[in-house]
């Protein structure tokens, strides 16, 4: 199976682009190749944030603990206070969770600053895809428009793979926003594990055991 040579989670724009594209060729709108450790949209926390300099840091810090982390139960809140969901139902704490799981690269269990902003550009990109194919607004969309922006964020996943995609996060022949983003962050990060061990770039590696239950457990 082949997979995205590129920021899968991207934002775009306007009409979804065709998928007559090369593996390695980025998607208009799409974040370029990065490296894992972090991204390239923010630099790393300084310790001088301010509510004048980013209205973010507002939210988060509400929310944090002492350690400058937040859990599950702290992003749900501090997402819900932010408003990113707009007329969407609030985020569940599972979907909460796999977030957090998306970007714990140290397997803290927690959530920092530079995680929750990198987390936040995401989240727009996704809710953009959402509300192209959701134009009543009722917060579901039909089965075959999650197919469509699974193809259009540039993965490219057999009939077969997508079929189950879809009967797992699909609820009386809808899916609902909160199971689409679910969704989005479980084909990002497991898409971001496979690639990373995927040093040729071939569409498949070996992998140990335990190396692959941490990953898929976690989410």
Request: hydrophobic share 40%; aromatic share 14%.
């Amino acid at each position: 199976m082949a997979y995205p040579g590129f920021g899968a989670y991207g934002s775009y724009s306007g009409q979804m682009p065709r998928m007559q594209m090369a593996v390695r060729q980025p998607m208009p709108g799409a974040v370029p190749n990065m490296s894992y450790a972090g991204y390239s949209g923010y630099s790393a926390y300084s310790g001088t944030y301010s509510a004048a300099a980013d209205p973010m840091w507002i939210y988060f810090t509400a929310v944090a603990g002492q350690d400058g982390e937040v859990d599950a139960e702290e992003l749900q809140m501090c997402l819900m206070h932010s408003g990113i969901s707009g007329t969407y139902s609030p985020f569940s704490l599972e979907t909460c969770r796999i977030m957090i799981s998306m970007l714990d690269r140290d397997y803290t269990g927690k959530m920092g600053f530079n995680e929750f902003k990198e987390l936040w550009a995401a989240l727009n990109a996704w809710k953009q895809n959402f509300m192209m194919i959701d134009q009543d607004r009722s917060g579901t969309v039909e089965l075959h428009a999650l197919t469509q922006v699974i193809a259009a964020m540039g993965y490219r996943l057999s009939p077969q793979t997508l079929a189950a995609i879809v009967k797992r996060y699909s609820k009386n022949g809808r899916i609902f926003f909160d199971d689409y983003v679910a969704c989005c962050v479980k084909l990002r990060t497991l898409t971001d594990f496979f690639r990373r061990r995927d040093n040729m770039q071939q569409g498949f590696v070996n992998f140990v055991y335990d190396d692959f239950l941490q990953c898929t457990m976690a989410i």
